[in-house]
C-alpha cells in the first residue's frame, strides 16, 4: 500500500520542501513505505524520471530542479513481491505520468505490464480519445466489473495539463482517503496531511476528477 503525491505550481519552484514532507509521511506511515520510491516531473515540457529501490527518506532529496509539476510515490510492495526499481513508479510516456495505490484481487482483464499497476496504466490508455477524464472514468469502471474485490484503487494520472484523480475504496478509510490542499500559487494531491500543516480538505470516496494545472 503506498503513498502518493502531486504538486502543480504557477512559476517552477524549488520541490524539495515537498520532497521532506511526502518522505516524513512515508517513514512514518503504519505500512512499511521502504520499498523503493520515484518521482517525475516537467523539464521543458518533457517528463523527467528519477527511480531509486531504497526508501525515499534514505535518499538525497537535494539535487532535483525546479519545476511546475511533480508526481511522487512511495512504494509499499504487495506480499513483498517485486522489490525491483524497474517496478517503481510513476510510470510515464510521452504525454502522461501515472501513479497508484491500491489492492485488487481477481482482476480479469489483458493487458501489458510488469505489474499490477502497469497494467492499469495501459488500459487506461486504451480508452484515450483525446479526453482523459471520461477514458479514466469508463477504464476504471470496466476494471471495477471484472475484479473480484477492490480494496482501494487510487489514481494520480497527469497529461501535463491536468492532474486526473480516481479514488476508490472498501475498506479503511483513514489511510486510503485522499487530500488536496489549493491555493492561488499551489495545487496539491496527496495520501496524507503533511504534517503540521493547515488548510487541507478530505477528498470523497467515489471521487473522479481532473484538476486544471496551475502553469
Not at 503504519?30 to 529501490?53: P, T
Not at 489492492?103 to 497494467?119: D, S, Y
Amino acid at each position: 500500500m503506498c503513498r502518493l503525491l502531486a504538486i502543480s505550481v504557477r512559476q517552477p519552484t524549488d520541490m524539495r520542501n515537498h520532497l521532506r514532507q511526502f518522505a516524513r509521511i512515508a517513514q512514518n506511515s503504519r505500512e512499511y513505505q521502504g520499498d523503493g520510491w520515484g518521482c517525475a516531473w516537467l523539464e521543458d515540457g518533457h517528463w523527467s524520471i528519477y527511480k531509486n529501490v531504497c526508501p525515499i527518506w534514505e535518499d538525497n532529496l537535494t539535487d532535483f530542479p525546479a519545476t511546475n509539476q511533480l508526481l511522487v510515490h512511495a512504494r509499499s510492495a504487495f506480499r513483498n513481491e517485486g522489490i525491483a526499481v524497474e517496478n517503481n513508479m510513476p510510470f510515464a510516456d510521452d504525454k502522461y505520468a501515472f501513479i497508484f495505490n491500491g489492492e485488487l484481487h481477481g482482476v480479469r482483464i489483458k493487458e501489458q505490464g510488469r505489474i499490477g499497476a502497469e497494467k492499469i496504466f495501459n488500459y487506461i490508455k486504451r480508452f484515450d480519445h483525446g479526453d482523459m477524464l471520461p477514458a479514466l472514468e469508463k477504464s476504471t469502471g470496466i476494471i471495477a466489473k471484472r475484479t473480484t474485490y477492490i480494496r482501494a484503487m487510487n489514481i494520480i494520472l497527469s497529461d501535463k495539463r491536468f492532474l486526473y484523480l480516481h479514488s476508490l475504496f472498501n475498506e479503511d478509510a483513514d489511510y486510503f482517503t485522499m487530500f488536496t490542499k489549493t491555493t492561488e500559487n499551489e495545487l496539491i494531491l496527496c495520501s496524507e496531511k503533511y504534517p503540521g500543516e493547515t488548510g487541507w480538505q478530505k477528498i470523497e470516496n467515489e471521487t473522479i476528477e481532473g484538476f486544471r494545472c496551475l502553469s
